[in-house]
């Protein structure tokens, strides 16, 4: 017995070392008092506050680990809040492996906190009672229980645990998100995921982090927007494993796994899969495992492996039937009809779809319907059963339609437009306010320096502050330029155009798809800048891509006002040199605000890269009405571009930190004496990316 005493003082040491702000002493005194009290209540209490206190850092599998204690104490306790909290905290440990043991449990936890008004175990047990829906396939009551732990949320945590608060609200959030994901209704899953991310932006917090780049990868996988889920599972990826959390590196896994599959990469699908899989058997996640299962299932079933997929499919029912799960039960009989019907075993391809069936609309899951109708169709075209095909393709057609029209498609672009705004502005104020700190170490120093030379070392002390002064000089030369050329790129006079023109043609022309695929390269180069805008150097293609997705918004924007040619001249490595960001922009919304919007034939711009002695120049040519005709039609306060000032000043500072020198020049372009345009021409050193 003694040494029993010893090893969980010794294991509770260890455990807790890793806590947030939580000392050791706070979990060795209750494990004391829990030894030292022979009172049934007296060790209950004990129990319950050690499970807050791993509560309060996420740390389930303690939890699950310690609340076993409390299962022989149960019945003999007499204190009914005591009782409640040990019914709530055994239920969440096995509501994966005793679901219905666990809903009974929660439900008498819910009762009592209800009739003695406790908002904290009432914000515990509705989101206890919501990821128990969740598992049950009901995302409609799930969310009913988020949003009232979230209403508990702002009465007991915002005003009694402040801490605990902010974490509390993305962590329904992100539920949120994914119930509605569940539903299809990705406008809703959209703007829940934004609201995680900015509780973690306020709250700095790698773990919310994760959080928000995992819903924003789920939301782009289902609407298969694969370049921005790529990046946002890889983002997730990386705070996962700065986290160490071994659960979200094996999400993160399976949904890497999702995206090689839809990107034909089957063999690396199935590494990630198989790896995911590993950890969930390893933590006994009979749901993560039903999951991944149906995953490893349907890569095979796309290299027409059909007899593995089934065999990965029925395994993946069984898990789910265990946990009475019924959302990985849908998945996998979805894909296991398809495989009946893919080996001609007709009759049981149409049974599993028809059970289905019944499932997919309980659940109201549309896009997996949609595959079972399909399923349906082809199984009676093979019987030559063509009345019953054209049934279930009127189903199959019904529901496309309902899943992502134009206008939820137009919605979900725009948001994207919004929160990618959104997060440059962010940027920008972050930028401002560490422009600010360094003003306020470089004033402190300031100060510090003369004091000391003064009094200490006079001359040598002085000659080292300036020295210093300089440097910091420099730095806030960087974040000055770099925060004016960010404000540059994202021009409200540009801006609310693109906008308005977006407006015009789902108004005014009636073209939601041209207004989407507006919406769609803007939301590109918005995101192409904010990538881009803490970098000195990027590729050439890069430069080109970005170059090319401006001229085309611009070129919808001028009704086709002037054609445009992009050159790389022979000789130009162009995915291994390097240039400075957006360099060529500011130049060619001036070519055409003040030199092609005025021309009366059309207009034509044309942006060279070529290799030039030892470095690249570029050439952005126009034939506009010239610099100096543009001038007298210019009101004077606009005569000074900041954009070229800006590119000065960046060159000046960029001039001091590489090999080689940047120059620029801008001339009218002359023809017989006349102006026929003008020419800005950049040299550049060769810098390698």
Known sequence: MLFRKITLLVILNVSHAYLWGQTVEEPKALLQKFYANFNPNARGEALVQLCDVFSAVNQSDSIRKYIQWGVPLLPTISDDETKAWLEHYLAASIVRTLPDSSLRLQTRSLQYFTKTNDTKGLLKVNHALGIYQSYHGKPAKERAYYFEALKHNELYNKTREPKRYARFRAAMYNN???????????????????????????????????????????????????????????????????????????????????????????????????????????????????????????????????????????????????????????????????????????????????????????????????????????????????????????????????????????????????????????????????????????????????LSGVTLFGLVLLTAFYARHQILKKQNQVLDINQKLLRTQINPHFFFNVLSSIQTYLLEKKEPMQAVSYLSKFAKLMRSVLETSRVEFIAITEEVSMVQNYLEIQKIRFGNQFDYEIRLEEGVLAEEWGVPPMLAQPFLENALEHGIRTLAQKGKIEVVFQKYGAGVQLIIKDNGIGRQKAATLIPEAEKQSLATQITKERIAILNKQVRGKIDFTVEDILENEKVIGTQVRFLLPLIEV
């Open 176 to 450: 949120i998100s994914i119930s509605y994901g569940a539903e299809n209704d990705y406008e809703k899953s959209l703007e829940a995921i934004h609201e995680v991310e900015k509780v973690a932006r306020e709250s700095q917090s790698d773990e919310l982090h994760y959080l928000a780049a995992q819903g924003y990868g789920n939301i782009y996988s289902k609407t298969k927007q694969l370049d921005k889920c790529e990046f946002y599972y890889r983002e997730a990826l990386m705070y996962a494993e700065k986290l160490n959390r071994i659960p979200y590196i094996a999400v993160c896994l399976s949904n890497l796994g999702t995206y090689y599959t839809f990107t034909n990469q089957y063999d690396e699908a199935l590494k990630m899969n198989k790896r995911a899989l590993d950890i969930a058997y390893q933590m006994k996640d009979y749901l993560g495992a039903s999951n991944r299962l149906n995953n490893l299932g349907s890569i095979e079933s796309m290299r027409n492996h059909y007899k593995e997929a089934e065999g990965y499919f029925l395994q993946s029912i069984d898990y789910a039937d265990k946990l009475k799960a019924k959302r990985p039960r849908l998945n996998a009989m979805s894909n296991l009809a398809r495989i009946y019907l893919q080996l001609d075993r007709i009759p049981e391809a149409q049974k599993t779809a028809q059970e289905a069936i019944i499932l997919a609309e309980e659940l109201n899951d549309r896009e997996v319907l949609s595959k079972l109708y399909n399923t349906l169709t082809k199984s009676y075209e093979k019987q030559n059963d063509f009345a019953k095909a054209l049934v279930y393709q009127r189903q199959k057609a019904k529901m496309q339609d309902s899943i992502l029209n134009e206008k939820s498609l137009s919605k979900i672009h725009e948001l994207q437009v919004k929160y990618e705004t959104e997060r440059k502005e962010y940027e920008i104020r972050e930028l401002n306010r560490q422009n600010q700190i360094q003003a306020l170490e470089l004033q402190e120093r300031n100060l510090w320096f003369a």
